[in-house]
């Protein structure tokens, strides 16, 4: 999957689509506001195992996980980041 078109605009959150439906309670969690926010795209990828991956706007990883993660602990993740920081402090009035 070629994520270098969402370089510095995005953060991509990769999902797995695996057979035994934890993509669906991955995606069940996530919340469209919230994501809008932090500039996530959820992209989806077809594999025997679920794992989820995202990647920061700079195009590394910044988590893989084999089990789903809650929007909250994503949330958390990336405002901890150094760029989201920057973004939220341009936000601020």
């Given at each position: 999957m070629d994520l270098s078109i969402h370089r510095w605009k995005h953060r991509p959150l990769v999902i797995s689509k695996d057979a035994e439906g934890l993509w669906q309670k991955q995606q069940s969690v996530l919340?469209?506001?919230?994501?809008?926010e932090r500039?996530?795209?959820?992209?989806?990828?077809?594999?025997?195992?679920?794992?989820?991956?995202?990647y920061g706007k700079d195009g590394l990883k910044k988590l893989e996980s084999?089990?789903?993660v809650s929007q909250k602990d994503l949330?958390?993740?990336i405002d901890s980041m150094p760029m989201r920081q920057s973004e939220m402090r341009k936000v601020a009035p």
């Open positions: 919340v469209e506001a919230d994501l809008k500039d996530i795209v959820v992209l989806f990828d077809k594999s025997d195992a679920f794992k989820v991956v995202l084999k089990t789903p949330n958390s993740l």
